[in-house]
């Protein structure tokens, strides 16, 4: 079992700390079909989740949604016909912090309940 699966996100504030190359290579291990990438200087996390249609797409964006709201944690979304791409990043600190491995751990339990339906 994954260590991110027992977590909640902690209050994070601008002033705190990014995770480290360490902790982001140990922490990547956790999350499969998630990729590390740079938007201009900041590190975010990225999937795309593949669905059957469009009605399956907006339920898995619904559940991201309410992950997001129960954590006041928020990603980007990208909502299209067949996909929907997530992007986790901590805002206040322009780059990672564990919150965001566990929102994306969270995601993809979300998409396999999805798939589930």
């Known amino acids: 079992m994954s260590e991110l699966s027992n977590l909640k996100c902690e209050a994070c504030s601008v002033g705190a700390k990014r995770v480290t190359t360490e902790e982001i290579k140990s922490l990547m291990e956790e999350l499969k079909g998630w990729e590390l990438i740079v938007e201009g200087d900041v590190q975010k ?27 006041d944690h928020h990603p980007k979304i990208i909502l299209e016909y067949s996909s929907v791409t997530v992007l986790w990043w901590t805002h206040k600190i322009n780059g990672l912090h564990k919150n965001d491995f566990i929102m994306a751990y969270n995601t993809s339990l979300a998409y396999q309940n999805v798939l589930k339906k």
């Open 45 to 71: 996390l990225k999937r795309v989740f593949h669905t059957d249609d469009f009605i399956q797409s907006v339920s898995l964006t619904n559940a991201i949604a309410q992950l997001a709201e129960a954590e």
